[in-house]
């Protein structure tokens, strides 16, 4: 039986939960216009962010545990290509363009290439330095980034560069349903590598899979995170009586 960090799969598994929870809201509200008094709002605005910032955080640490990056890599560019296709397709008011599962993609290449480099920083040193950069570069997508308490707006050029959406520069007219560029959100997922630096320095004892319903949806968050849209989709559709497409 194969040993599992099993906090972890709980961790993601309680994300996973979370963000199928988030997406029926906005299914609701955004697709079959339903109302629903605190989303939008700034409370379900920090609610995404905590769901994705565990996401990036997490898949981090778990970048230590693995020894497939390039294997991992290539299934996660498919599962990002069959999302932007999908929404291209059959749901294009709700098109991918580069969205969270895009970033994992890149951010995994980024680390096969960047990962002895960050090896030699010490792990400490690190979660402090890219966090820092993950707060000044958050708001680089409206247009400006946080240094020393004070912004600094960026070259206007940078947006008008239409194919620079992906690195989070996207232009005035550029939309999205789920965008996670790679700046900021490569900061905090280099975070989560140091936080997975520091475990297996401490070597913890991995323990047998366990199998709470939690630690289950947690393993197996990519397969739920394809599936999950469209079976709400659907249920909902069948549910409002409304055309699929």
């Given amino acids: 039986m194969k040993e599992r960090y099993n906090s972890i799969d709980f961790i993601r598994g309680f994300a996973i939960i979370n ?13 079959f216009g339903e109302s629903i008094s605190w989303f939008p709002s700034k409370y379900s605005s920090i609610w995404q962010n905590l769901i994705a910032m565990t996401f990036i955080v997490t898949s981090g640490i778990s970048y230590n545990f693995g020894k497939k990056h390039s294997r991992k890599f290539t299934v996660l560019l498919i599962c ?29 290449l980024i680390l096969l290439a960047i990962d002895p480099i960050l090896k030699k920083i010490n792990p400490f040193i690190g979660i402090v330095l890219f966090i820092l950069l993950f707060i000044a ?12 308490f004070t912004k600094y707006y960026l070259p206007e050029k940078l947006y008008n560069l239409k194919f620079l959406f992906w690195l989070g520069f996207p232009s005035s007219n550029f939309t999205s349903a789920d965008y996670f560029p790679i700046l ?13 630096r520091l475990i297996v320095t401490k070597k913890p004892i991995m323990k047998k899979k366990r199998y709470n319903p939690i630690c289950i949806i947690g393993r197996h968050s990519l397969f739920i995170y394809m599936v999950h849209q469209p079976i709400i989709y659907l249920i909902l559709s069948y549910i409002y009586k409304t055309p699929l497409f």
């Avoid at 963000?19 to 697709?31: A, E, Q, S, T, W």
């Avoid at 291209?88 to 970033?103: C, L, N, S, T, Y």
């Avoid at 570069?137 to 020393?148: A, M």
């Fill in 19 to 31: 963000m199928v929870i988030y997406h029926l809201c906005y299914d609701l509200v955004y697709i």
């Fill in 80 to 108: 990002a290509a069959i999302l932007s296709v999908f929404t291209v397709i059959f749901m294009k008011d709700q098109f991918i363009a580069f969205g969270i599962i895009h970033f994992f993609a890149f951010a995994t």
């Fill in 137 to 148: 570069t958050k708001p680089i997508t409206s247009g400006y980034i946080n240094l020393f």
């Fill in 184 to 196: 900021p959100w490569i900061f905090l997922f280099i975070v989560g590598f140091y936080i997975g």
